[in-house]
């Protein structure tokens, strides 16, 4: 291979029209309709070709077209409207100005190994990529100080094609990053910014590249240059390939080569945000810094980077977390043992999993974060009990995971036929009060022939989107004419439209309705309320199952009976995506709960007017009501995978038999009062609440503005306050075990009346403690058979010392009911961030 350099030539912009360059590299246009538009009314066929990438339309437009069309008025007035929006959109006041104005220079800084922002810019495999796109696009919205950091892959996420015989095959294509919209950063003596990180026997070496999501920044860096042998330039080709060693050096890469770019670009984050275990790396390079420029020991360092992170985690089983061998990690990070003052145990001790023996991502992350969440309510309950072996002795409900709901940015995902309605019928700035659960109810002043049209006109384009997707792949595996042609009688109008798209990983579930063939034939062929379904979806290389999902969902919609009705549709992407959720009637969701940690695409589906039919996982037993769509099976926990399919395969037909279908052909003058009444419930009830504009209100609110002040409180005077914390965490771990509760007396034995007190007094002894060292508390709560649940706390203060006996006493008034009740000590430092921060606690024994 010989070396090159590249120059991209294009077309001069028109003075008229210069702006539209800058509104092109900024990732803003992904969500607003009207600077999509003027693309399209350049060259629409172009448009679509680029896959909707301004950067290389503008590259391969001709420069005619585009003087031509800067003497056109209309198109100049659409312009001017345009960059009216944007300037007005980077240079107006924003939430977060005005709630938090005395914190606007605190940056946040947000980790992720991969960004959902646009199809034009494919650094994503799933959900968790498209998260983290939304997250900074609400982050941006909201006017917050925020910084993205990940990779720059150039090949991507593999493309995926479907073979005439349903096999799944991965196609990696070549980016070139000067056709999208990101930029390459540069030094002040005008050569390429650099990182270098050091990786066992060899530096590695990464080009900086910045991309603008409307107000805010995302960092990414690529290995593929010039300085690196062939091994390293791949460590940024693919997402999730190669092996155990690529996925540890793409780690090291984002969290250490991340912390490095944002020092060469003078950014110094307050507040650490870790999307999934992928970027915990970065807490080691933290806490080097801190121990070799800062002189801290390093137990003060873990307090002070610990004093500013949050981790978010979105996997619900032990499984999915990344572990490596501890050779590996002595192989590749050895060389921070001596920079941080510590033995090769204790650094493995940051994250051993015992019941493994491996270096765990997730525990990194747990461990050396103030904060972590879950990512919806019930995900949250489990993984409090997936890591409630960290926390002996600590009921479930306690163990601190806390949860924030995901939700979606609303204007990437909403049609333009709907976004018009809403700002008929709620306001011309409906967007920029998407929480304001009030102006929702107006939905239901939108007439019911409006919303049908709308939604009717959407489905039709979806189904001539689906079309254009199946003729390509029959033609390009080379099929009969006839297979071919056929595909233009696919997708009945008034038929019943079902989609299911999302990764093919077996825990959802694709094949749920084809445990029963026969009612399925009879589900779809009803002449009277036929049913047709549309699959999408990518199964990971590696997942030989979920291949094998893909090909027999494949395999299946070519047999005669289910021809035209069921389809496949290869290489699923944000803009297939946008055309399904927007599209289809039904939104189905089948995971094997409770193993969906949130999920957004029905979300996305229900913003539209699409009823959800759902699995209670994830995030959908905090939306549903009871009339904003259908639930499938039970809220309840299987021992057997086997019972739990066959139950909810059964609910699932039950519920299309009885309720759905129904309810969508009960039509008058060709449309379903009952019908539209869902969508409608949907809309309303849904959208407020789980977009991310209040998800990141939620981060600000709970999370990243308290991190600044605790972040602030840990570096202050010298760092005095993290050396405070780390001795009294040292002195508590030493001596709790001296800590005992002798005795506990109360005034009632097993009846009490309503609004009787109840007194307790406890009697202990605290060893080298002092009575300000501990919280003792009443515990009380409802009876179950493992002990108490839903627990309420009732603090107990010190009351007396008598020798070596510590006195401390309460008075509780109980609600009305049968509970149990209980006196515990704990660390009670109010430098703590969480009650159980420190894992400790003593219970009284019987009394």
């Not at 601190?400 to 309605?421: C, K, M, R």
């Not at 006839?482 to 798209?501: D, S």
């Not at 979806?537 to 997942?543: C, F, L, Q, Y």
Request: hydrophobic share 40%; net charge negative.
């Amino acid at each position: 291979m010989f070396s090159f350099r590249t120059v991209s030539i294009r077309p001069r912009l028109p003075g008229k029209i210069e702006v539209l360059g800058d509104i092109a590299r900024n990732f803003w246009f992904s969500w607003n309709a009207q600077a999509q538009n003027l693309f399209r009314r350049i060259n629409q066929s172009l448009w679509e070709e680029v896959s909707h990438n301004p950067v290389k339309f503008l590259l391969l437009v001709n420069e005619e077209e585009l003087e031509e069309i800067a003497q056109d008025e209309e198109f100049l007035n659409m312009y001017g409207k345009v960059l009216e929006d944007f300037k007005r959109y980077l240079e107006g006041k924003t939430w977060f100005e005005n709630s938090y104005p005395d914190y606007k220079d605190s940056v946040i800084a947000y980790f992720s190994l991969e960004f959902g922002l646009h199809e034009s810019h494919p650094i994503y495999s799933g959900g968790l990529g498209l998260l983290a796109g939304d997250h900074m696009k609400s982050a941006s919205d909201l006017g917050l100080p925020f910084v993205g950091v990940g990779l720059l892959y150039k090949n991507g996420y593999f493309h995926q094609i479907v073979s005439r015989d349903g096999k799944q095959e991965a196609h990696y294509p070549y980016y070139n990053f000067f056709d999208l919209p990101i930029h390459p950063v540069f030094n002040v003596d005008g050569g390429e910014l650099i990182v270098e990180v050091q990786f066992p026997g060899r530096m590695v070496y990464a080009r900086v590249w910045r991309t603008r999501v409307g107000r805010v920044d995302l960092i990414m860096l690529d290995a593929d240059i010039s300085l690196n042998s062939r091994e390293d330039r791949d460590i940024t080709g693919q997402l999730y390939g190669g092996d155990h060693s690529t996925r540890i050096s793409q780690e090291i890469l984002l969290g250490i080569g991340g912390i490095k770019a944002l020092g060469k670009l003078n950014i110094y984050p307050t507040v650490w945000h870790i999307n999934e275990g992928h970027a915990a790396f970065l807490l080691v390079e933290r806490l080097r810094e801190l121990v070799e420029q800062k002189c801290l020991c390093f137990d003060t360092a873990l307090e002070v980077v610990k004093s500013n992170t949050i981790f978010t985690t979105h996997t619900p089983v032990p499984a999915g977390h990344d572990l490596f061998p501890p050779d590996m990690i002595d192989r590749y990070l050895g060389h921070y043992y001596p920079a941080l003052g510590i033995k090769s145990e204790e650094f493995l001790g940051l994250a051993w999993d015992e019941g493994r023996g491996m270096f765990n991502m997730t525990l990194l992350a747990l461990n050396l974060s103030a904060y972590c969440n879950g990512v919806s309510r019930l995900h949250g309950e489990v993984s409090r009990e997936m890591f409630a072996q960290l926390y002996p002795g600590i009921p479930v409900e306690e163990v601190p995971v806390f949860y924030v709901t995901n939700g979606i940015h609303t204007l990437s995902w909403l049609a333009h036929e709907i976004q018009d309605l809403y700002s008929i019928y709620l306001g011309a700035d409906w967007h920029e009060k998407i929480t304001e659960r009030q102006i929702w109810k107006n939905v239901d002043e939108i007439p019911d022939n409006l919303i049908w049209a709308a939604h009717q006109s959407l489905k039709e384009k979806m189904a001539g989107y689906v079309r254009k997707c199946l003729k390509r792949q029959r033609t390009r595996n080379q099929e009969p004419a006839q297979r071919i042609w056929e595909v233009e009688k696919f997708l009945k109008p008034g038929v019943l439209t079902i989609g299911f798209a999302r990764r093919f990983a077996t825990y959802k579930r694709a094949g749920l309705l084809f445990r029963d063939m026969g009612r399925l034939a009879r589900l779809i062929n009803n002449p009277d309320r036929p049913v047709q379904i549309i699959f999408a979806g990518k199964a990971h290389p590696a997942d030989g199952a979920g291949q094998d999902l893909v090909r027999m969902v494949y395999e299946v919609s070519n047999q005669e009976e289910f021809r035209g009705k069921i389809l496949f549709l290869e290489d699923y992407n944000i803009d297939m995506a946008r055309h399904l959720v927007q599209g289809v009637d039904v939104w189905l969701n089948t995971p094997r709960r409770p193993m969906e940690a949130s999920g957004t695409s029905g979300q996305k589906a229900a913003a539209n007017g699409v009823v959800n039919l759902s699995i209670l996982d994830g995030w959908w037993p905090e939306a549903y009501n009871g009339e904003n769509g259908f639930v499938i099976g039970e809220k309840r926990r299987y021992d057997d995978d086997e019972m739990q399919d066959m139950d909810d395969c059964y609910s699932l037909y039950t519920v299309l038999e009885e309720r759905l279908i129904p309810a969508y052909y009960k039509q008058e003058m060709g449309l379903s009062p009952q019908w539209i009444k869902l969508m409608k419930s949907s809309m309303k009830t849904i959208t407020p609440v789980f977009s991310t504009q209040r998800m990141v209100q939620e981060y600000t609110d709970r999370f990243y503005v308290p991190l600044v002040r605790r972040g602030r409180l840990f570096t202050g005077m010298g760092y005095e306050t993290a050396e405070e914390m780390s001795r009294y965490k040292r002195r508590l771990s030493g001596a709790w075990s001296q800590l005992e509760i002798v005795r506990v007396d109360t005034n009632v034995t097993r009846e009490m009346n309503v609004g009787e007190i109840l007194m307790v007094k406890a009697h202990l002894r605290l060893g080298p403690l002092s009575a300000d060292d501990i919280d003792l508390e009443v515990v009380y709560g409802n009876v179950a058979e493992k002990g108490l649940y839903n627990l309420c706390t009732a603090p107990m203060t010190f009351d007396r010392q008598e020798v070596d006996l510590f006195t401390f006493t309460s008075q509780v008034i109980m609600p009305q009911g049968t509970f149990g009740y209980t006196v515990r000590a704990r660390p009670g430092s109010p430098l703590l961030c969480t009650k159980f921060e420190l894992p400790l606690v003593t219970w009284a024994g019987r009394f």
